[in-house]
């Protein structure tokens, strides 16, 4: 059987979206976590599997998937029976791609820089990015009334996308308090069968 390999870093919460994907999906896999403070990201050997030097990074046997929302489309299209992570119908596919795109960049720019200023020192404007976060999660806070999930009325990739820094805003100094929608859609993707959480800064 192939051995499903995955280069982390426990504080990434990139890395945890792929890990909690493989977790929901029941799949095993070897975790192999980098030393990124000590540039193991950096070295010629890890380069050879991700250019950019970056994790997450997937290994399925032979096939190798970098960057963490591909690792998610990979492992629904591979691995999930069901069609629940990644529905096949366009209007469905194309509102978990909307929110796959704001991961990469709304999330990115605000609560996720912001807490890498507090945590790790990186020299973002942590004003800026914390604007940037106020104006996603009014959105995300509109979007979630009456609604339990981002892109369909269960749970996507779309969900996992979106969850780890949102949840994990707080420890940039970005607080969840005013957003009770986003707060219980947390509270549900917690709840997941098989859920398991992000380490949390110390």
């Known amino acids: 059987m192939t051995t499903l390999r995955l280069h982390s870093f426990p504080l990434s919460g990139h890395a945890h979206r792929a890990r909690l994907m493989l ?18 990201q950096k070295q010629p050997g890890f380069l050879g599997l991700n ?20 690792i998610l489309v ?4 591979k691995y999930d029976r069901s069609g629940q992570w990644l529905p096949a119908d366009p209007a469905t596919a194309a509102q978990v791609q909307r929110w796959l795109s704001v991961a990469a960049g709304q999330l990115l ?22 604007q940037v976060a106020a104006q996603l999660f009014e959105v995300m806070e509109q ?14 990739i779309a969900d996992l996308a979106l969850y780890s820094y949102t949840a994990h805003a707080p420890e940039g100094d970005v607080s969840l308090e005013p957003y009770p929608n986003i707060r219980a859609w947390v509270g549900r993707v917690e709840n997941l069968p098989g859920f398991v959480p992000m380490q949390k800064a110390a």
Not at 55 to 64: A, I
């Open 74 to 77: 990979y492992l629904a299209g």
């Open 51 to 70: 250019a950019f030097g970056q994790v997450p990074v997937l290994e399925d046997g032979e096939t190798v998937i970098a960057d963490s929302n591909a």
């Open 109 to 130: 720019m605000g609560p996720a820089r912001a807490r890498m200023v507090k945590l790790f020192g990186s020299p973002f404007d942590h004003d800026a990015c914390k």
């Open 23 to 40: 977790a929901l999906l029941g799949l095993k896999a070897e975790v192999v976590d980098l030393d990124l403070r000590g540039g193991a």
């Open 143 to 156: 979007h979630l009334q009456g609604r339990d999930w981002l892109a369909a009325s269960h749970a996507t």
